[in-house]
């Protein structure tokens, strides 16, 4: 029988820690004397109290969490986080519209970064704050954060954290998945604190520093002003390219870096797909740039930066890539595709799906010449079950799918084609920025109402890999 109760009592724990991260901005509001202050303490009371409540229908319950509650948690707590997480945004006026602030919000807890703020430097600090910090706790992922903490309720992780870490597989730290997670978590903060520090050191003012760092390390995109990043110098732009780089990758690779073990990253396989094409591609930009435009030691700079926002579908722009000739900002389109590494913040496909997309492709080669061989298809130098391979030409094929089903939606709400198929393919990647009318901007506030609520359907297909979403609309997941 499914276990509701241990669903809500978990989603009442998941919920407490949203409040107490609201406490952040609501501080900020008071620190600036801003007039939302009201706003964000009666968000903040609602959203404690509501988490009470729900931990208090679930106190009786079994301390079980199977596959199919993990799965529904996995996929409930992102709606149920965005609901509370809109609330600032329509309590305080600056999003009245509610179809607007469940997309601003849907857009930051997704790590998507794309936004219907037309004029985003006229909001008040702690709303842009806000912006930046649900895309922190999205972008490693609440329920990596919550297998930490929930041991301490007598809940088991394990099903939580299999449901919600991306990829074809997961490693574990150590034999306690708890650990695990908290040593994620833990390199996750002192990266931010890192790359705070250093914009900071660069120029970059104290509120903006911390912002763009939580935006960064979280791959999610959200800048405190109209134009991103362009404005900033190119020290700044250099110190965001790296660690967007750095989030691209695999954390549990980058824990073994900082444990002093360089070379669990150069034997991973992924890794060196993932590096490989954001060189390969930042190449081609650059050499893109010298040759049509005027050409500058600028275009290594915007070439490389265009190159892995795309790829680790961070979305931050450095230059409008849509004023570069077309065949530079194609390019950029077919990096949405891609993403990083599996076990990192960032959106898209990921590059361990990719390597074995394309190991099999070639495999199917060679057994058309050799029909009598068997030749079995290896990624990190281990033979993959038909399971794993099929698993990933099964993700391939919803990937598109959902691609092509959404296009067709975006077209039938009046957009043009070129624009609904680049708004499909950033919203599934989480990518943000797109081609076309909106492009570079990520300013989706003129996109007509039904369509936004489509792109955050495929804004959390895509952040929670597809499967897991799909579930929840299988009879078999809901059978006794």
Not at 24 to 40: N, Q, R, S
Not at 253 to 276: A, M
Request: proline share 2%.
């Amino acid at each position: 029988m499914f276990n509701w109760r241990i669903v809500f009592k978990t989603m009442g724990v998941l919920t407490t820690l949203e409040a107490l991260f609201m406490l952040v901005p609501t501080f900020a509001a008071w620190y600036y004397h801003e007039a939302d202050l009201g706003a964000w303490i009666a968000a903040s009371a609602i959203t404690w109290f509501s988490s009470w409540w729900m931990t208090a229908f679930g106190r009786k319950a079994e301390k079980r969490v199977g596959e199919r509650e993990g799965y529904v948690i996995v996929a409930f707590v992102w709606i149920v986080y965005s609901l509370f997480g809109m609330m600032p945004f329509w309590l305080s006026g600056a999003l009245p519209h509610i179809t607007d602030a469940w997309y601003e919000t849907m857009a930051g807890f997704t790590t998507t970064g794309s936004t219907v703020f037309t004029d985003v430097e006229a909001q008040t600090h702690s709303i842009l704050l806000w912006r930046s910090l649900m895309q922190w706790i999205g972008g490693m992922g609440i329920i990596v954060l919550s297998v930490a903490i929930l041991p301490m309720f007598g809940l088991g992780g394990m099903q939580l954290y299999s449901a919600e870490v991306t990829g074809v597989s997961y490693e574990k730290l150590s034999p306690r998945i708890a650990d695990t997670a908290k040593h994620m978590w833990l390199t996750y903060i002192l990266l931010t604190l890192a790359e705070g520090l250093l914009l900071w050191l660069c120029g970059m003012n104290k509120f903006d520093a911390v912002c763009h760092s939580l935006a960064t390390i979280s791959t999610g995109g959200f800048a405190t002003h109209n134009s991103s990043v362009i404005g900033y110098t190119p020290a700044i732009q250099w110190i965001i390219l790296v660690f967007m780089l750095l989030s691209g990758i695999n954390f549990t690779q980058l824990i073994y870096l900082f444990r002093g073990k360089p070379h669990r990253i150069w034997n991973d396989e992924e890794t060196r797909w993932y590096v490989s094409a954001c060189l390969i591609a930042g190449l081609a930009l650059t050499i893109g740039l010298l040759i049509f435009t005027s050409g500058s030691w600028d275009s290594i700079r915007l070439g490389f930066f265009t190159s892995i926002a795309t790829i680790t579908s961070t979305g931050f722009v450095a230059s409008d890539y849509m004023v570069w000739p077309p065949v530079l900002w194609v390019i950029v389109f077919f990096l949405m595709f891609t993403g990083g590494a599996s076990g990192s913040t960032s959106g898209g496909m990921k590059w361990v799906r990719i390597g074995i997309f394309a190991k099999s492709a070639m495999t199917e080669i060679k057994r058309r010449i050799h029909p009598n061989a068997v030749i079995p298809v290896r990624f990190n130098g281990k033979t993959l079950s038909e399971q794993t391979t099929s698993n990933v030409m099964a993700f391939m094929c919803f990937y598109l799918l959902i691609i092509v089903a959404a296009t067709i939606c975006f077209c039938a709400c009046g957009i043009g084609f070129d624009e609904s198929f680049g708004i499909a393919t950033s919203m599934i990647g989480n990518v943000g920025v797109s081609i076309g009318q909106w492009g570079s901007s990520g300013c989706y506030a003129a996109m007509p109402d039904v369509a936004k609520w489509v792109a955050t359907f495929v804004m959390l297909i895509g952040r929670l890999e597809i499967f897991t979403v799909l579930l929840l609309f299988s009879r078999a997941l809901w059978k006794k």
